[in-house]
């Protein structure tokens, strides 16, 4: 399943293919949006914005395309007037004189407004995103320790979006593994040192899988982000040297190492 760092990614190639230029074809699957269509033409995309799997995209009228992938919904780039071969159903198609960007599958979309997407359920539910530039350590930190997370495992809730948006299971297992905690741990055991440590980790491990495009490999050096523990069961741990073990938490796969996330 993507996690924050591959819908951001994701999110930059729309904006590549559609940011700025006026809508030439605008057309939606659902009866319920295909009446905004022609209201659409010639109108502008200003923004596309993450929050956990969602994706919004604003309108320069002030209208707001709220879109979920849930498990099958997925975007592709196309020339305009060209569709990808595919069994998948479209569901959404916005063009302008050179690109398309084409939803297929997906049934979770909505044609908001500013006080409609401030209402919307799911967006009320879901925390802050840990891709968004302006959500600090501390603020973290703080979520980290309220009454609602504190008494909360790990294991559960690094895979909450109400805790913080765009976090995985790639995602928890590093986070932990830089931290060095076991998933077992609560916010409210841990020492100062500690909260500060998991606090940065939640937000820099995200970050910095994205910037790199998970292709790069010495995180500690600020040149590369790799796995240290996902996915490398029985191999040695790069911090202690300790083999690596796997099991499965919250119904995911989970990979630590027993001798240094104590």
Not at 76 to 90: S, W
Not at 213 to 219: C, E, L
Not at 240 to 260: D, M, Q, V
Request: hydrophobic share 40%; proline share 5%; net charge positive.
């Amino acid at each position: 399943m993507p996690e924050g760092p591959e819908i951001r990614r994701a999110a930059d190639r729309l904006e590549k293919a559609i940011l700025g230029k006026p809508l030439t074809d605008v057309w939606f699957a659902f009866p319920q949006l295909a009446t905004y269509a022609s209201s659409l033409i010639g109108e502008t995309v200003t923004a596309i914005e993450t929050r956990g799997k969602a994706l919004l995209t604003y309108f320069s009228n002030g209208l707001v395309l709220y879109s979920h992938n849930q498990l099958y919904g997925v975007w592709r780039v196309m020339p305009a007037g060209k569709e990808p071969e595919t069994n998948r159903i479209l569901r959404v198609r916005l063009s302008n004189a050179k690109k398309s960007i084409l939803l297929y599958s997906a049934s979770d979309i909505e044609l908001l407004n500013q006080d409609t997407l401030a209402a919307h359920p799911f967006l009320q539910r879901v925390g802050p995103d840990v891709l968004d530039a302006t959500l600090t350590d501390q603020q973290v930190k703080e979520r980290l320790l309220s009454t609602r997370f504190r008494r909360r495992q790990f294991s559960g809730l690094l895979l909450d979006q109400s805790f913080l948006a765009g976090l995985g299971n790639y995602l928890r297992a590093e986070i932990l593994w830089l931290a060095a905690l076991k998933p077992q741990h609560k916010a409210q055991d841990l020492t100062e040192d500690q909260l500060d440590i998991l606090s940065a980790a939640l937000l820099s491990v995200p970050r910095h899988s994205y910037q790199t495009r998970g292709t790069m490999k010495d995180y500690h050096h600020g040149a590369a982000f790799t796995f240290n523990v996902f996915h490398r069961g029985g191999k040695p741990c790069p911090r202690c040297g300790e083999t690596i073990e796997k099991t499965t938490l919250s119904s995911r796969p989970f990979y630590w190492c027993p001798a240094c996330q104590q």
